[in-house]
């Protein structure tokens, strides 16, 4: 009888020392509350946690990946387009990850969604599609100082996919070609601009200088008859003639 009466308080006091008794991994800590009142944080290994006195919350202090679902966003130009992206967090502090916020998961989730519409609403859609790293760091530096007092460090932000409809992917399509057509006409355009102005300064050579017009003639000759047996009849320049007329005129 007495080592039954001595037995059920060692029962007791062995299952009330195995439910004090947690073990926390490297990556994990426990924020303890004491009859409702924040303790501290402890953690990692072997802890001490009073069952009905204490209690305790475990925030896993890795790099945790978010999915922000597809958002509805009107770009600056007024093109209504869905946007989707994905954040990288973690938790620095467990404290006023649990104390100052119900849920920062949660939290950070409705945040990010809020933040990336009004971020890629002040931009045109060209700037959303070729700017896209701009963009990221913009949303990852506002989320990041929102989610500071909740003890939450945003490591990065990632915009996976900017979607249209088929209507303005086909808009998009025929203003792209039209501005390769546009970049053709310039560079044809620039080239005919190069090509009179070298056109130019060769003329302006030829006229100061007849004895090059006539080699220029000459030589014009030669490529034209090249191997050729046929006849070709061309008209002389009466400026090659006149060198010859003015020395017939000296000696007479």
Same mark, same amino acid.
């Given at each position: 009888?007495?080592?039954?009466?001595?037995?059920?308080?060692?029962?007791?006091?062995?299952?009330?020392?195995?439910?004090?008794?947690?073990?926390?991994?490297? !990556?994990?800590?426990?924020?303890?509350?004491?009859?409702?009142?924040?303790?501290?944080?402890?953690?990692?290994?072997?802890?001490?946690?009073? #069952?009905?006195?204490?209690?305790?919350?475990?925030?896993?202090?890795?790099?945790? *990946?978010?999915?922000? #679902?597809? &958002?509805?966003?009107?770009?600056? $130009?007024?093109?209504?387009?869905?946007?989707?992206?994905?954040? !990288?967090? =973690?938790?620095?502090?467990?404290?006023?990850?649990?104390?100052? *916020?119900?849920? !920062?998961?949660?939290? +950070?989730? &409705?945040?990010?969604?809020? +933040?990336?519409?009004?971020?890629?609403?002040?931009?045109?859609? $060209?700037?959303?599609?070729?700017?896209? $790293?701009?963009?990221?760091?913009?949303?990852?530096?506002?989320?990041?100082? &929102?989610?500071?007092?909740? %003890?939450?460090?945003?490591?990065?932000?990632?915009?996976?996919?900017?979607?249209?409809?088929?209507?303005?992917?086909?808009?998009?399509? =025929?203003?792209?070609?039209?501005?390769?057509?546009?970049?053709?006409?310039?560079?044809?355009?620039?080239?005919?601009?190069?090509?009179?102005?070298?056109?130019?300064?060769?003329? %302006?050579?030829?006229?100061?200088?007849?004895?090059?017009?006539?080699?220029?003639?000459?030589? +014009?000759? +030669?490529?034209?008859?090249?191997? =050729?047996?046929?006849?070709?009849?061309? #008209?002389? #320049?009466? $400026?090659?003639?006149?060198?010859?007329?003015?020395?017939?005129?000296?000696?007479?």
């Amino acid at each position: 009888m007495l080592l039954n009466l001595l037995a059920t308080p060692l029962i007791l006091l062995l299952a009330l020392l195995v439910a004090s008794v947690k073990i926390l991994r490297e !990556y994990t800590r426990g924020v303890v509350f004491t009859l409702g009142r924040f303790s501290g944080v402890k953690g990692p290994g072997l802890i001490f946690v009073i #069952p009905g006195i204490q209690s305790m919350v475990k925030v896993d202090l890795r790099v945790q *990946v978010m999915d922000v #679902p597809s &958002q509805d966003v009107i770009s600056r $130009d007024n093109v209504s387009v869905k946007v989707n992206a994905v954040v !990288y967090f =973690r938790v620095i502090d467990p404290e006023k990850a649990i104390i100052q *916020v119900e849920e !920062y998961r949660v939290a +950070t989730s &409705q945040l990010a969604q809020t +933040t990336l519409r009004s971020v890629l609403g002040q931009h045109e859609l $060209d700037e959303m599609l070729a700017e896209r $790293d701009k963009l990221n760091d913009d949303v990852r530096r506002i989320l990041d100082a &929102q989610t500071d007092a909740w %003890g939450i460090k945003v490591a990065n932000v990632e915009i996976k996919h900017v979607d249209l409809d088929e209507s303005m992917i086909r808009a998009i399509a =025929r203003q792209a070609e039209a501005e390769r057509a546009r970049r053709a006409k310039v560079i044809h355009a620039e080239g005919e601009q190069q090509a009179a102005e070298k056109l130019m300064q060769a003329a %302006g050579i030829l006229a100061r200088q007849p004895q090059a017009l006539q080699l220029r003639f000459l030589e +014009t000759l +030669t490529a034209v008859a090249g191997d =050729r047996t046929s006849t070709i009849v061309f #008209p002389l #320049p009466i $400026d090659l003639l006149e060198p010859l007329l003015k020395a017939r005129e000296t000696k007479d």
